[in-house]
């Protein structure tokens, strides 16, 4: 999960037209949310853009399932409210409520290689204090939700990993926080088996890249300028692993800062 800024996303002309125009006949009665679902679906390849076609949750951009738009605040229902609640309606064709997700993210699905264990956030939206769930709209500025949001730049910096691919919470995060990373982990499916098979792929790349940066670092260290440009041919590949646009680039960035017991890493990943 990395910061997503949506404040850049580039809205096609008379998009907005469309969806006020949505929205209205929704809320009147006049028609059904999906009716419309052609006007989030629109609003995909600008969602994509920002990041490129990766999942905003999980990092992923392998094909494990389609991408999707999803509505942070679920559009039709949400399960596990106290009180029967028809979803936000109101929110369904407001683009700040769209996160690009993969399936695996977005839908309930069992893991088969974890005890068949349930994980995807479906129409689960879960808050901090219930009391204030909204039911109208203007409301919702009032929730706190348990979720990590990737449009909350304070909530992605509460996300960790451990070396073995695993998700957890940051050191640091007191009570309140660490319940929220953890009910994030198993409602964005971030524990998914296969996922974190990939994380473990993905560390020990990182490792032997470290581990071959270090050597010509200090070959360099020993007067070797021939090993200049290997080492950084090296920085450059490690460079790209937390860029923005890189799969698991969260997972690279705080692998990568562990070791920065390596003098070149504490100076160069700050």
């Known amino acids: ?57 999980c990092e992923e951009i392998q094909s494990r399932s389609d991408k999707e738009v999803e509505h942070f605040r679920p559009k039709k229902r949400v399960t596990g409210a106290r009180t029967k609640h028809s979803g936000y309606t109101w929110l369904a ?50 929730e706190i939700p348990k979720l990590l949001d990737p449009c909350v730049e304070a909530d992605v910096k509460l996300l960790d990993f451990n070396e073995d691919g695993t998700p957890s919470p940051i050191p640091s995060a007191n009570d309140i926080e660490q319940d929220r990373v953890k009910v994030s982990i198993e409602l964005y499916h971030l524990k998914h088996s296969e996922i974190v ?8 790349y990182l490792e032997d890249l470290i581990s071959d ?39 690279s960035e705080r692998y990568i800062i562990g070791k920065r017991h390596l003098i070149w890493i504490e100076f160069v990943f700050k």
């Not at 409520?97 to 129409?123: A, E, P, Q, V």
């Open 1 to 57: 999960m990395r910061y997503i800024d949506l404040t850049l996303i580039t809205i096609p002309d008379g998009w907005v037209d469309e969806a006020d125009m949505a929205a209205k006949e929704v809320l009147q009665g006049d028609a059904e949310i999906d009716d419309f679902s052609y006007v989030w679906q629109k609003l995909k390849p600008a969602l994509e853009m920002l990041v490129g076609k990766k999942c905003w949750y």
């Open 93 to 142: 064709f407001n683009y700040t409520n769209y996160r690009y997700s993969c399936g695996y993210c977005n839908k309930r699905r069992k893991d088969s290689g974890n005890n068949n264990k349930l994980g995807g956030k479906g129409n689960y939206f879960p808050l901090l204090d219930e009391n204030k769930r909204a039911y109208k709209l203007g409301d919702e500025a009032y």
């Open 197 to 204: 098979e990939e994380r473990k792929a993905l560390a020990r």
């Open 213 to 251: 940066a270090d050597y010509f670092f200090n070959r360099i260290a020993k007067g070797d300028n021939t090993a200049i440009k290997k080492f950084e041919q090296k920085l450059n590949t490690l460079k790209t692993a937390i860029n923005i646009m890189s799969r698991f680039s969260l997972f």
